[in-house]
T-cell receptor
Framework: GAVVSQHPSRVICKSGTSVKIECRSLDFQATTMFWYRQFPKQSLMLMATSNEGSKATYEQGVEKDKFLINHASLTLSTLTVTSAHPEDSSFYIC???????????FGSGTRLTVV | EDQVTQSPEALRLQEGESSSLNCSYTVSGLRGLFWYRQDPGKGPEFLFTLYSAGEEKEKERLKATLTKKESFLHITAPKPEDSATYLCAVQANSGYSTLTFGKGTMLLVSP
């Protein structure tokens, strides 16, 4: 089945630094990638939608300059958390539509801890 | 605005004790209702998609049903390996539509 590989699975960074999260579609071309954030005991909240070759679309309340999204190829989308702060600590998950009944495939998630 | 409410928030069962999880939703035209399983520190894993009221789908010990207002995930004779958080999500029937998730039900099955 369609697989999205997400890296890293865990990252700890110092406040003020930047962190890049990668999602690669392994056996299909992902023209669209969704980026979610999940706080403990909360639902997955959509942050932004990236489309290959064009600017990402951000959800209301999500800072474009803080969460930089790049989707330069059909198999790679990246999310960079710039100038990270402790409140950015969360679980970040990417997802791509795969069509058919499965609908979407999800990456394995990245646990970001900002200290 | 699309909304998904899942109940209970947490459920503890003994092995073999059947139960049901609820997902209530409001959406401006349903394209699909999705059930996912999420293990700690992992991304969601697809279970079922339901498209119209009256539809039912089964997979091993799980059975999902759908009405116009809610969906149930029935777990028959659960095993400890069924312990996970179960997420419900809806997709609206509009041109540009993403998934709206509930907060999930955390299921713990004790041996």
């Amino acid at each position: 089945g369609a697989v999205v590989s997400q890296h890293p699975s865990r990252v700890i960074c110092k406040s003020g630094t930047s962190v890049k999260i990668e999602c690669r579609s392994l056996d299909f071309q992902a023209t669209t990638m969704f980026w979610y954030r999940q706080f403990p005991k909360q639902s997955l909240m959509l942050m932004a939608t990236s489309n290959e070759g064009s600017k990402a679309t951000y959800e209301q309340g999500v800072e474009k300059d803080k969460f930089l999204i790049n989707h330069a190829s059909l198999t790679l989308s990246t999310l960079t958390v710039t100038s990270a702060h402790p409140e950015d600590s969360s679980f970040y998950i990417c997802s791509a539509p795969v069509g058919g009944e499965n609908g979407y495939t999800f990456g394995s998630g990245t646990r970001l801890t900002v200290v | 605005e699309d909304q998904v409410t899942q109940s209970p928030e947490a459920l503890r069962l003994q092995e073999g004790e059947s139960s049901s999880l609820n997902c209530s939703y409001t959406v401006s035209g349903l394209r699909g209702l999705f059930w996912y399983r999420q293990d700690p520190g992992k991304g969601p894993e697809f279970l079922f998609t339901l498209y119209s009221a009256g539809e039912e789908k089964e997979k091993e010990r799980l059975k999902a049903t759908l009405t116009k207002k809610e969906s149930f995930l029935h777990i028959t004779a659960p095993k400890p390996e069924d312990s996970a958080t179960y997420l419900c999500a809806v997709q609206a029937n509009s041109g540009y539509s993403t998934l709206t998730f509930g907060k999930g039900t955390m299921l713990l099955v004790s041996p």
